[in-house]
Every structure is written in C-alpha cells, then in structure tokens.
C-alpha cells in the first residue's frame, strides 16, 4: 500500500509508504512500479537510481536537466533527514516558479516525486543522511542546468544559517533565475 499526498506544485506530490514494524525493525516496499502506478495514475519507466551522502549541511541544488534530457525523479531519504527544495520552472504551469519544501527522512519514510521540468535541491540537516532517487531519463551533461540556491527571486529560506551551508564550487557558481532562458 502507498498513500498519495498532494502539494501545492502542479503533479509534484509526495509517497507515503505502509511501514510494518515490529520488536526486529520495519519492513517496507520502497519502490513497486504497480504500486506507483495503481497510486498515482502514472506510468514511469525509471532507467537510473543514483543516491550521495551528506553531512550536516551540505546543500546540493538547485539541479535540473533541460529539453528532452529532462528527468522526473523519486527521491527519499533512507537514513537521516533532509529538507528537500523543489522549483517548478514549467513556464506553461500554473504553479511556475513557485517552490515546495517538505522533511524527507528514516523515520517519516516520505518520498517526493519531482516532474520533469523541476529544479530540486536539498540540504542535510541531521549530522549524515543518506539520499537516493530514481530518474525516468539518463544523466546527459549538456543537458545539465541549475539555480543559484540563494536565489532572491526565490527566497528560499533554507533552515540553516548560510555559515552553515556546505556547497561545492559548482553550485555557488550557478546563475540566477532571471539570467537563465528557461
């Protein structure tokens, strides 16, 4: 069983897993595409599981694939917390350039699925976590795109003290919203 939880952001919505504990730990099915299926009304072909670990307050994001590279992805986070960021930059949406965060974590066992045409960022904010996501498009690099975390159009606050934030060169070199021709 699988609960379908919606947000805000057009098609973007979030998984809510049945867990079966007991006195060993839980039991849970992760990923059934019948299951996402008969939930969701779509039909998903993942062809690529990718998954990093963080310590408390790497920040990665905010990614996205352009064209026909775009990726709609199913993330989750098995071990830890997250706060996870998603930026619908669909300009067709009623909902574009709006944003959603939700806590991803072990314990609240959620997962996100981000449509294609989504930019996702996230930052750890236990002391590790663990972050795995499924992608319906294979990794194409010039297809590769991102957004400036600390966007001001955005105004994304990030839980954090941005003393905090860990990012990678790359990321803090991403353009802004405006500079980008979406």
């Avoid at 949406?93 to 709006?98: A, L, V």
């Avoid at 806590?103 to 449509?115: C, K």
């Avoid at 990030?158 to 802004?176: F, H, I, N, R, V």
């Amino acid at each position: 069983m699988m609960e379908k939880i919606e947000t805000p952001l057009k098609d973007c919505f979030l998984l809510k897993p049945t867990v079966f504990k007991d006195s060993r730990g839980i039991f849970m099915e992760s990923y059934s595409r019948k299951r996402f299926q008969e939930t969701t009304g779509l039909d998903v072909e993942f062809v690529q599981d990718n998954q990093s670990v963080s310590s408390r307050g790497v920040l990665r994001g905010f990614h996205f694939q352009r064209g026909e590279h775009a990726q709609a992805k199913l993330v989750r986070c098995p071990l830890g917390e997250i706060l996870d960021v998603v930026v619908d930059l669909r300009p067709d949406s009623p909902t574009f350039k709006q944003s959603f965060k939700v806590r991803l974590s072990d314990a609240n066992h959620l997962q996100l699925f981000v449509p294609a045409g989504f930019a996702h960022g996230f930052v750890t904010v236990s002391d590790q976590s663990i972050f795995a996501y499924k992608c319906d498009q294979y990794y194409h690099r010039e297809s590769e795109a991102g957004i400036r975390y600390n966007d001001p159009e955005l105004n994304i606050d990030w839980e954090m003290e941005p003393s905090q934030l860990l990012l990678s060169d790359k990321d803090q070199a991403l353009p802004y919203l405006k500079d980008l021709s979406l």
